[in-house]
Structures are given as C-alpha cells and as structure tokens.
C-alpha cells in the first residue's frame, strides 16, 4: 500500500514562497508517477502540477507555470512543489498523489494514491 505524507503548508504574504514536501512509502518511488493537486473553499479540485516516473517529464497548469515547480528527489523518495510568487488566488489544499497506472497526469483519475492534504493560506 502506498502512503503519501504531505508536509510544509502554511501562512505566508503574497509575493512569498512555501515548498510543499511529500514523502512516499510503500512503494518504489520510481514506479510512481507524481502529482499535485489543489481544492479552494468552494471550488472543485484541479490540477496543479505532474511529474513522470524517471523525471524527465513535467506538466504544470497555466495559472502556476513560471512560479511553480514540481521536483522529485529518489534518493529520499519525496516529492516537492517549490511556489514562488505565491498570490492570495493560491490559497488552498493542496494534495499530493501517486499512479501505478498510465494515463494522462493531469487528471485526478489516472491517479490511485492520495495524501490527507496541506493547507496553503496566501494573504494579501
């Protein structure tokens, strides 16, 4: 059974940075392709940024290319999102999640796995 741990959210002023850790067990951490996901108050979950299994492929919604970024680190079998330039808009769960699976990335049901989530409070 694969576990997911989120870890580092918080509150931080628009303009400033968070990095979003998740730690995987269970599993070889390079059979997993890796994403992230977000859910605002009232708003339906999306997508947020994708990793392939090797790393030498990632996806990024529009609304966070060029201040978002999703690296994942082997030997400690994590997975980050590092946000920079962070706008109140962010402010959200954010979750990590694993696929055993082939599929698009950048849809929530190519993925099996799920973390518990991690508030990100953004203010103005």
């Known amino acids: 059974q694969v576990q997911l741990v989120e870890s580092g959210g918080g509150l931080v002023q628009a303009g400033g940075s968070l990095r979003l850790s998740c730690a995987v067990s269970?599993?070889?951490?390079?059979?997993?392709?890796m994403g992230w996901f977000r859910q605002a108050p009232g708003k339906e979950r999306e997508f947020v940024a994708a990793?392939?299994?090797?790393?030498?492929?990632?996806d990024y919604a529009d609304s966070v290319k060029g201040h978002f970024t999703a690296p994942r680190d082997h030997a400690k079998n994590t997975l980050y999102l590092q946000m920079n330039s962070l706008k109140p808009e962010d402010t959200a769960v954010y979750y990590c999640?694993?696929?055993?699976?082939?599929?698009?990335?950048?849809?929530?049901?190519?993925?099996?796995?799920w973390g518990q989530g991690t508030q990100v409070t953004v203010s103005s």
């Open positions: 990793i392939a299994r090797s790393g030498a492929r990632t």
């Open positions: 999640a694993a696929a055993m699976a082939s599929g698009p990335l950048n849809f929530q049901n190519s993925y099996e796995y």
């Open positions: 269970g599993r070889t951490f390079s059979s997993l392709a």
